[in-house]
């Protein structure tokens, strides 16, 4: 893979207050490029919470003017962003999604495609299993949690040629063991590196675990959060690092 240095921010997020979680999530970008990331990832949902029987009442189109602020802060970064948010859906429930901020001043998005069981009384799953962007000369696809409880999602986006697969979640400490073994058998089965960014602390009612990781393309973890708290979790050239967000 080539040099590319990306993160995790464990944040936390204010149930259905885009604008409170906006303001933090710009935050967590400028301590990121301070620290010099070029890919930042956020958990799942992050801009509303895990909050699914309200999530209608907050969702978004990429181009709302409330997101206006992190598109700007990415290009003037020069910086990935990938943040969790709850997509507007025309005539039907909204998605979970991932919003990527380029650093061109674009964006795209990517809905999540396997749902958890009782997910979709709430929210429509994504026809697109996998999403590839290049982002500093390294291939990522996208995930978002229960697409990593598939293999054929992480199969899709090694076939499709990624060299790092990052997944934005909410994984409480009872599942947090499972899927962290999966998360790193991916890598070392298809030779990608592997992020996931997890909440700081709890949402919609599941105690996060914290423990944000990234795996490096044999599966051998690199750096991981020790608990709960928001912090960035960076991986690069010189290893892994954790930094506090004010």
């Not at 674009?106 to 290049?134: D, M, P």
């Not at 960014?197 to 973890?221: Q, V």
Request: net charge negative; with cysteine; proline share 3%.
């Amino acid at each position: 893979m080539a040099s590319l240095r990306y993160a995790a921010a464990q944040s936390a997020s204010v149930p259905f207050d885009i604008a409170a979680n906006v303001v933090r999530h710009l935050a967590f970008i400028d301590t990121a490029g301070e620290a010099g990331v070029q890919l930042l990832v956020f958990p799942e949902l992050s801009l509303c919470g895990y909050e699914l029987a309200g999530m209608g009442a907050c969702a978004l189109k990429a181009d709302d003017g409330r997101l206006a602020p992190l598109r700007e802060r990415a290009l003037k970064a020069k910086m990935t962003v990938v943040v969790g948010a709850p997509l507007a859906n025309a005539g039907a429930l909204p998605g979970i999604g991932a919003i990527t901020f380029h650093p061109d001043g674009r964006t795209s998005v990517y809905r999540k495609h396997f749902l958890h069981a009782g997910e979709e009384r709430h929210v429509t799953a994504g026809s697109a299993i996998s999403q590839l962007h290049e982002v500093r000369g390294v291939k990522v696809a996208l995930a978002i949690c229960a697409d990593t409880g598939q293999q054929q999602h992480a199969h899709a986006a090694a076939v499709a040629g990624a060299e790092l697969y990052v997944a934005g979640s909410l994984i409480s400490a009872g599942g947090y063991g499972k899927d962290t073994t999966q998360l790193a058998g991916y890598a070392k089965l298809f030779r990608m590196g592997v992020l996931m960014a997890n909440h700081a602390h709890a949402s919609g009612g599941y105690e996060s675990a914290g423990r944000s990781a990234i795996w490096d393309s044999g599966g051998e973890l690199i750096i991981a959060a020790p608990g709960p708290g928001e912090m960035l979790v960076i991986a690069g050239d010189d290893g892994g690092t954790l930094v506090d967000v004010a």
